[in-house]
């Protein structure tokens, strides 16, 4: 099948049909074979960013651990940061135990929350510390207390963990009776134990 000279031979319609599928058939595989690379390239942008991000995570000073302890019913909840400052010794886990050790008067009572939250409602004869502001206070706190005072921090509960930050700094600054009342503010007013 020949056309007129400088015109492309003819092509039938059939032809036309079978030219038009392989191309739509190419068409379909270049687009296949684009997804799959996309899919790949972005697999790989992935697990580069993930490597990345635990790496930074890992040598960060104030990188999250990957592990944590988030059941209440075994004290202060934290994910175990590499400042983790959750002593599991110092805490009173027992609301009652704790409105023992204050009915005795050996106890100084510190509230870790802020100073507007302390306003708000605070157990009877507490002294407010703001774990934030501590270092703006702690020589008049330490002139005013000794270093032998028995020491009990609180905060907003379990969920809160202010009241361990507090206990580190106080120790940091030479105190040793210091204890964390975990339930803190919330669970002594449901009790119905004195606040103001």
């Not at 930050?165 to 803190?184: C, P």
Request: charged content about 25%; overall charge negative.
């Amino acid at each position: 099948m020949t056309g007129r000279v400088g015109h492309p031979p003819y092509i039938g319609h059939s032809q036309v049909s079978e030219v038009r599928l392989e191309r739509s058939q190419m068409n379909r595989f270049t687009d296949i074979m684009s997804y799959k690379n996309m899919t790949k390239e972005l697999v790989i942008l992935l697990g580069i960013a993930i490597v990345i991000g635990f790496t930074a995570n890992y040598f960060s000073p104030k990188g999250i651990a990957l592990f944590g302890e988030w059941d209440t019913s075994k004290g202060v909840i934290t994910a175990k940061s590499k400042e983790d400052v959750v002593v599991r010794e110092l805490e009173i886990t027992d609301v009652p135990v704790a409105k023992k050790m204050y009915d005795t008067g050996k106890y100084l009572f510190l509230d870790a929350r802020s100073y507007e939250v302390y306003e708000e409602g605070r157990i009877k004869g507490a002294v407010s510390v703001p774990v934030g502001g501590f270092y703006d206070v702690a020589d008049t706190f330490i002139e005013k207390y000794p270093l032998s005072t028995g020491i009990i921090t609180y905060c907003s509960g379990r969920e809160c963990d202010d009241s361990h930050e507090l206990a580190q700094y106080l120790f940091d600054e030479g105190y040793t009776e210091i204890h964390v009342f975990i339930d803190g503010y919330p669970a002594w007013k449901a009790e119905g134990y004195p606040i103001e």
